[in-house]
């Protein structure tokens, strides 16, 4: 069950990212991150009156508003990095986030076997390889690195706080309804202050109703890989949950291929192989 849950986390992650990116050519990136997470706040507070999710309150919510304020810092810093380049850098080293889980699982005394450490090492390597490293060229500004490692301990520190949001499926919807109103809260401001400094918060044409879909879309597959991580990680090691979750980046390059004709590198596909590889391992062991 751990395997399902974490592949489809990857799944919806690497769509949602292959979605956002699509949005943001067009639409500023923070506009675009508060209007698809208020898109799924309104669908998730439908769920929880619905279901009777409000009435599973308790402390453990508070790692839901925490991952709630840590999330759009991580999107924008990350956002910036890719703004500044080169992706063939910032994409693998974002792969980072995974430590911040891993190290979650085994401090709190999970010890993978010999398979599972193997299939951690070789997934690992092929997320990173599936990002296109970018090993040559100009060199990269100590400020793009720094954002990008900022933004990778803070997807790696979502990963681990929304595992520990809720231990009951009700309660999982209104800790993720929670996390959402604070993305759209702390998103909000930022936009706003962007706005202030002489930023945009719409494109040329207007508010893009076109595009609607495609942000509800991108907010509510972003929610769907929050929830399906949570059960994966309450279902079996963290160290597995995590790192199969990361092969996201290998669904967005290979969405990216499927719907944009975009060629992969050699470096890609082998990358996407051994991702494959390592999943395998991680599943049998």
Known sequence: MTALFA???????????????????????????????TIAAVVLGVVVVATGGWTETGPRLWFAVAAGVVGPVALLCFYKALAQGPMGVVSPLATLSVAVPVGVGLFLGERPGVVQVAGIAVAVAGVVLAGGPQLRGAPVQRRTILLTLVAALGFGTVFALIAQAS???????LALFVQRVTNVAVGGAALYVSVRRGGEALPAGGFPWASLPALGFVGLADVAANGTYSVAAQHGPVTVAAVLASL????TALAARGFLSERLRAVQAAGAGLALVGTLLLATG
């Open 7 to 37: 592949l489809a986390t990857s799944l919806l992650w690497g769509l949602a990212d292959f979605g956002g990116g699509l949005l943001t050519r067009r639409t500023p990136a923070l506009t675009v991150v508060v209007v698809s997470q």
């Open 167 to 173: 231990t009951t499926v009700t309660g999982l919807f």
């Open 248 to 251: 996201y980046p290998v669904v």
